[in-house]
């Protein structure tokens, strides 16, 4: 395992190649390969491990009885999911995390910290930083989906995206199945808008390349 990609994530964020080796074996590091589409975790099951992408991508998707989805997220690699039900260890989860395309991803259960250790409460402290950044990420979601109109959505999607990547030119994260999914709208309607705003000079795209059009 490359302690050096470790060290570079927010998790194990000012921890010593040492403290990193301790917490590996602690709480025992546990690394897996996943092919697209295959579910890592599932909604119903509880988990106390954390998954930390060691490469390829996941997303984190709700599905009802009914066979809806919902994408809330999309997570890369050097990124992690499930902190939360880790910590929470008793608590169902809720959502299911798939690959998004062939990933390994570390395992750690984090379960059972404790602050014994000064890289536990290091551990501790940056699982804090991730908890805190996801709540982020979930309220502006829910910015996103808010708008009534499917236009509505895009722009506040892409404008989202634009300022986070301080471009107006970027690569979002999702084909346009998922990105209809995140913004929960039919991928026909979706196509349509995006093809509207395109001919009217809003935007330009190819696949999940966008380019937002300042047309004052």
């Given at each position: ?8 994530t927010i ?17 025992h590091?546990?690394q897996k390969?996943f ?6 975790l599932?909604s119903g099951?509880?988990?106390e491990?954390?998954?930390?992408v060691?490469s390829?991508s996941?997303?984190i ?11 809330l997220?999309h997570?890369g690699?050097?990124?992690f999911f ?9 608590e169902?989860?809720l959502v299911d995390?798939?690959?998004?395309e062939?990933s390994?991803i570390?395992?750690?259960?984090v379960?059972?910290l404790?602050?014994?250790d ?6 501790t402290?940056?699982l804090?930083?991730?908890?805190s950044r996801?709540?982020l990420m979930?309220s502006?979601r829910?910015?996103h989906t808010?708008p009534?109109?499917?236009r509505?959505?895009?722009?506040a999607y892409?404008n989202?995206?634009?300022?986070q990547?301080?471009?107006r030119?970027?690569d979002?994260?999702f ?6 999914d995140y913004?929960n709208l ?5 196509s349509k ?13 190819w696949?999940?390349h966008?380019?937002?059009?300042n047309?004052n």
């Amino acid at each position: 395992m490359e302690i050096d990609f470790l060290q570079n994530t927010i998790l194990f964020k000012n921890l010593t190649e040492g403290e990193i080796k301790t917490a590996l074996s602690e709480l025992h590091g546990t690394q897996k390969k996943f092919r697209k589409h295959q579910k890592i975790l599932r909604s119903g099951k509880t988990t106390e491990s954390v998954g930390v992408v060691l490469s390829g991508s996941v997303t984190i998707e709700s599905c009802d009885m009914w066979g809806n989805r919902t994408i809330l997220s999309h997570v890369g690699a050097g990124d992690f999911f499930a902190e939360t039900y880790a910590l929470l260890k008793d608590e169902p989860l809720l959502v299911d995390v798939v690959a998004n395309e062939p990933s390994e991803i570390l395992f750690l259960s984090v379960g059972n910290l404790t602050y014994g250790d000064p890289w536990q409460a290091k551990l501790t402290r940056n699982l804090l930083m991730i908890s805190s950044r996801k709540n982020l990420m979930l309220s502006g979601r829910s910015f996103h989906t808010s708008p009534k109109t499917v236009r509505g959505r895009i722009q506040a999607y892409l404008n989202s995206v634009s300022l986070q990547k301080g471009s107006r030119t970027f690569d979002i994260p999702f084909d346009r199945q998922q990105m209809a999914d995140y913004l929960n709208l039919d991928r026909t309607a979706l196509s349509k808008e995006l093809g509207r705003m395109k001919k009217e000079g809003l935007i330009d795209f190819w696949k999940n390349h966008f380019k937002i059009i300042n047309k004052n």
